[in-house]
């Protein structure tokens, strides 16, 4: 398994938006909705920002306009380089100017922070880096959490459970938590990679322990609000989603055999939908539309759509679609005008499936699978060996309008999640970032 969403990690922060966080009581009838909320909404996420993983509503879509539509035949062209990274499958968040990311080195985990060029500004210690004896997974090291930039704060997992806040511009450390020993967490096999979220006061992290296995903190000083220890499963390598559906605003995560809600309030454990792969590694984020809530897991397992229902005072997911399809490893999904888009693991290839039926509008050709973001109705498309693809996002036919290789950087595959922001492409692998221009002048 890889791991790029979760990890274990110390930690001090929470607070969730406590009037919007309100139980509403159903009356007679309920007008059930479902809302998708920013996952990072304490700021509202301007032009040329990336706040955190996969972007402030989470669903991994940017909204730069003005890109290139096609791409010259070696690819947009490089605007600059950095390295000195170190190990890592962490993606970058953009806030102010500056680049955020994490990496591994002699044995610490960091956080990092590059300026608009590339140029190193600061760089702060996280906790240990997580290592491992076995040797399918010796090239899986390196830091994997994304840093998540809020109000002027970076909020960063390391991969043995530190959990600390630091000035976004400075790298002063704030405070810390060690998770792993503060909610009793059994030794985890891969380590955290989980990228926290913040709503308002709040931050929600997965320390998967037995004292705490989905739990909300309060981002100001990492006090604990609620822990929730209901969850079946060990840990999970997805990162949260939130939505409103039955008078309830929730958070959406994995653990190693389950697909759940949990109020954001108070911790209850609302619904949970069994999903357990061979491997027992859920990593890829649930998308939420409407009532609705897609889920996907590699090793051959698959994807499933679950539509939410109100039954008396009970939420209950009820199947509307299975499929072997599309079993996403943990490249992660996009949803874009009713149509997913992403690729498969034992399902090898490119996928677009329609939404509410699941079936397949086309697979590419080939075998590849990867990671992917989203920008004016395109897809990038980065594979496991570097092949970096502009794919249009639509359902009729799988076509390609450019593709480049991205240079290497380090060992292992490109797992980190490529992020369109500012008119620029930025690509990692491993100690090396690139950013592209991708603008249409």
Aim: include cysteine.
């Amino acid at each position: 398994m890889f791991a790029i969403s979760s990890f274990r990690f110390k930690y001090q922060w929470a607070g969730l938006h406590e009037g919007l966080i309100r139980k509403i009581k159903p009356p007679f009838f309920v007008l059930s909705f479902c809302v998708l909320f920013l996952g990072c909404s304490s700021d509202a996420q301007r032009e040329g920002e990336w706040h955190c993983f996969h972007g402030l509503d989470r669903t991994n879509k940017s909204s730069e306009t003005g890109l290139l539509k096609k791409w010259p035949q070696n690819g947009p062209a490089l605007k600059w380089t950095a390295s000195g990274l170190g190990e890592g499958y962490s993606s970058v968040s953009i806030a102010d100017g500056y680049i955020y990311t994490s990496r591994t080195k002699s044995g610490e985990t960091f956080v990092y922070c590059l300026d608009s060029e590339g140029n190193e500004v600061w760089e702060k210690s996280n906790g240990k880096a997580w290592s491992t004896t076995m040797s399918h997974a010796r090239t899986y090291t390196g830091a994997r959490s994304t840093p998540t930039f809020d109000k002027g704060t970076i909020y960063h997992l390391g991969e043995t459970g530190r959990l600390a806040a630091f000035h976004a511009k400075t790298g002063e450390e704030l405070w810390f938590s060690d998770l792993a020993e503060r909610f009793n967490v059994p030794e985890l096999e891969y380590g955290y990679s989980e990228s926290v979220m913040i709503d308002e006061d709040h931050l929600y992290v997965r320390p998967a322990g037995e004292s705490g296995f989905q739990v909300c903190l309060n981002k100001n000083d990492g006090e604990l609000i609620w822990a929730s220890t209901k969850i079946p499963g060990v840990e999970g390598y997805s990162s949260p989603v939130l939505m409103e559906f039955g008078g309830y605003k929730q958070l959406i995560n994995a653990s190693s055999d389950c697909y759940y809600g949990v109020d954001t309030q108070t911790g209850k454990l609302l619904w949970k939908v069994d999903y357990k792969n061979r491997n027992g590694l859920n990593v890829p984020d649930a998308i939420v539309h409407n009532d609705f809530v897609f889920i996907s897991s590699g090793y051959g397992k698959g994807s499933m759509l679950v539509k939410l229902t109100l039954q008396g005072e009970e939420i209950v997911p009820e199947t509307v679609w299975q499929t072997e399809l599309m079993d996403n490893h943990h490249g992660g999904v996009i949803l874009h005008e009713g149509y997913l888009y992403g690729s498969g693991s034992n399902a090898r290839g490119w996928f677009c499936l329609d939404f509410m039926t699941g079936k397949q509008m086309w697979k590419s050709e080939g075998h590849g699978k990867g990671s992917v973001t989203f920008a004016e109705g395109l897809l990038y498309t980065l594979d496991e060996r570097g092949v970096m693809k502009l794919v249009k996002a639509t359902p009729g036919s799988y076509e390609t309008t450019g593709e480049f290789q991205v240079p290497e950087g380090g060992r292992g595959m490109y797992w980190a999640h490529p992020v369109v922001c500012g008119k620029t492409l930025y690509a990692r692998h491993a100690d090396k970032l690139f950013a592209y221009d991708v603008s249409d002048r």
